[in-house]
Every structure is written in C-alpha cells, then in structure tokens.
C-alpha cells in the first residue's frame, strides 16, 4: 500500500503561479501580500490573480464598468430570497444555493471555451458581492440597493448591504481585508472549485462547491465562531477560566492554527492593527483586549498562533456587519481566487483523481436478506 498523507498534508497536488507560500510569506502573483494590502485596490487583485500581471489605467477602468455592469441581479434572485428567509437559512447556505442559482440567468454557463472564461470570473465576482448584500437585506424585510457607479467594489459591497455610503475609514479598512482573503495558494475551498471543473464541469459548479467547502468551521467557518466564543466569554475576567474549560474539554479554538504556518500567519497582523483601531473607534475595546489575551494564553499554552480568521470577526463586528455574514464576506473576496483557480486549471487540465487505500472487508458473498 502506499503512503497515506493524512489530509493531503505535504503533497504537491498542482503548479500554480496564482500565490505561494514560501517560508511563511504570503505572495500573489509574486507580489508580496504586504505590498498589496497597503497600497493596492481590490480590483487590482482580482486582475493580478486572473492574469498574473498587475492592470494599467486603461485595464481598471474596463474592469471596474463591468464589475458594475453586472452587479445587478435579476429580480428573480430577490423574490427567491423570500423563500430562504422563510426558511431561515443560513446566509453560506444561502449563498451556495444562490451561486448556483446565477447558472440559471446565464445562457453561457456551459462555454468552457478559453475566451469564454475571463468574462464569467468578472461576472461571478461581481454578481457574488450583489448576492449576499442583497439576501442580508431581504431577510430584513429592506429593498435591495443597487450599485453605485461611482464607488469601489469594497465601498460598493458595504453601500449594497447598508444602503448608506461607507466611511474612508470603513472603505479603507474593507479594500483591505477584501485584498488578504482573496487567495491563498492550494486551501481546501481552492482545492475544491479546481477538483470540480477538473471534469470540465462549469465555473458556477467550481464556485457552488468552494462556497459549500468555506463554509465549514475548520476553514471559512472559523470567523463567525470566534465571534460567539468573544460573546460566550463576556468579559476579559473570564478569559482564563473559558480556555481552561476548553482546554480540558479538549475543544478546538476557532480562529488558532493552521496547516501551512506554524510561525504565525502573515495576514493576522493586519487584522489584528485593523482590529485594535476600528474596536477603539466603535468603543469596544475590551473585545480586542480579550483577543489578545486569548492569542496570548493560547501562544504560551499551545504554541498556537492567530490565523485570518481571528482579528477579523472584531473588524467586521465593529464595523455592524451581522456575525453570519462573515464567512459569505471571506466567500466575496475568495471568488478572486477561486475564479483564478479555475482559469488556471482549466488552461491546463487533467481531471483530478486520485486513489485511496482500501482498508475495508474482503472476499464477502451476497447473502439472501432473509439471511441477514
Ligand atoms: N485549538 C486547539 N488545538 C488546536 C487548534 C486549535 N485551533 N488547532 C490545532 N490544534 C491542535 C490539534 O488538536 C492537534 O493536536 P494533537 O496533535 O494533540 O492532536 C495539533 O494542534 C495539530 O493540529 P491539526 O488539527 O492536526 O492541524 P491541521 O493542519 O489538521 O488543521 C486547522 C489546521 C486550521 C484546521 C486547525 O488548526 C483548526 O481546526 N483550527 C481552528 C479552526 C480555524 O481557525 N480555521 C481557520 C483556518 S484559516
């Protein structure tokens, strides 16, 4: 038999010039990921995942009107989030059923043709952001908002949601957490969009699949718990005494760990600055004291450290976004890279299938049921 890697852990399952992670750096498409996230927009990095190469003006400017040509949805998505919200679905339920559902309106869906396949990233990227502001503001009983022309998809995702325009701050600190979530070399949602359309299923199936796979609380799922785990211990007093328990109770911590970074992930430190300010800001400080005392007591007593997850659920909390949509929001800003992914596989596929080691029970004969 050969050797099982438990997890995948350690095998090279594709080439990629999307993103790498080398010596626990984060890069995308050879740019460092700090470089990105302090000077770029998102809709750059959309484009540097799509195309390997940052945009000119000319480029932006022919991205940014189709990203907004295609945000609005048809009415028929609305009227179907009726249904959902009668059923109280969660939002990345929602969203998986949605994404698909985008299929519908679009007669192309099928074209796996390579000058077919940039155009329905953008169309994808766009139309996600409209979905999961909109379902918010369905369930809400509120009219959806549509885009405005002149804002950022960051700024124009936060407007879509809220139905009042964004602060620089807001808007600034959104571009930046869009921009760290966006791709992360071969993660298990990536994994997944790349394994589906490896048949030479379509896009909307990869980006159905990776949303059902970010969902989980191991991956995506993490920062929506991390948030309850903050509101279950209440105040910094009971900080100790909550990881105590968890500890004993051997529970994982939501928001700790990681596959590929054991020396810390590059992306918390960001969200933990954007943390400390925007919890400051709001008058909620002591959610970030207690985050970094529970980083700092899970340091010394696991050796676990911070991954995205962590700071991010005190960011997007203070900025009054509701604690499920946190993981549609990483779903928002990963369909970058997980289109990217998919064009990437695409352009050179062999349908992904591997083997397992069969440990079950052999050499059996059918027997009658009656004799069972
Ligand atoms: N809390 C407590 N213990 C943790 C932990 C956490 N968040 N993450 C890892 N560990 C422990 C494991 O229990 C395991 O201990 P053991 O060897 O005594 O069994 C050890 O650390 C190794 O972890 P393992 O689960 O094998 O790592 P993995 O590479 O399979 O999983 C994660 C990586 C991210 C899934 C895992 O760290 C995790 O579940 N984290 C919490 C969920 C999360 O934040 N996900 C978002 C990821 S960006």
New binding site residues.
Partial sequence: MAELMR?L?GVIAAETKISSIIDSQLTYAGYDIDDLTENAQFEEVMFLLWNYRLPNQQELAELKEKLFGYMTLSPRVYSHFEEYTTDKVHPMTALRTSVSYLAHFDENADDNDQAALPERAIRIQAKIASLVASFSRVREGKEPVKPDPSLSYAANFLYMLRGEKPTDVEIEGFNKALILHADHELNASAFTARCSVSSLSDMYSGITAAVGSLKG????G?NER?MSMLFDIGSLDNVEPYLEKAFAN??????????VYKNG?PRAKYLKEMSRKITEETGQSELFEMSVKIADI?EKE?G?LP????YSATVYHSMGIPHDLFTPIFAVSRTAGWTAHILEQLANNRIIRPRANYVGETDRKYEPIEAR
């Fill in positions: 997890g852990e609380p191991l991956h995506g993490a991390v051997k529970d994982k911590i939501m928001g700790f760990g990681h596959r992930d899970l696991k676990l991954n995205v997850d962590f």
